[in-house]
């Protein structure tokens, strides 16, 4: 199970420095970040390591198996940022 970003997410960045395996895109350098509502989580690349959850100021990092049930849509939407 990875970690999942939700609609809260203000974009600061903050979870992609705190990030040990860069899985959290797009960053401010890449392409897409103007247009991308939210940062999302790569699902295959998470180690489940937790250090983006404090670090968020919106408190919109959870762990899949944490969410909201009205947030469970929110698994899908991050891993198909990938898979596009
Ligand atoms: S749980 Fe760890 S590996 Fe996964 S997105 Fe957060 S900081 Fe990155
Ligand atoms: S730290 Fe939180 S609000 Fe900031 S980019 Fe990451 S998920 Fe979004």
Avoid: W
Avoid at 15 to 20: K, R, S
Avoid at 28 to 39: T, V
Avoid at 78 to 84: I, Q, R
């Amino acid at each position: 199970m990875a970690f999942v970003i939700v609609d809260t997410c203000t974009k600061d960045g903050h979870c992609v420095d705190a990030c040990p395996v860069d899985c959290i895109h797009p960053t401010q350098a890449e392409r897409g970040f103007e247009r991308a509502p939210q940062l999302y989580i790569n699902p295959d690349d998470c180690i489940d390591c937790g250090a983006c959850v404090p670090v968020c100021p919106a408190n919109s990092v959870y762990a899949a198996e944490d969410l909201p049930a009205e947030m469970t849509r929110f698994v899908e939407i991050n891993a198909s940022y990938y898979t596009h």
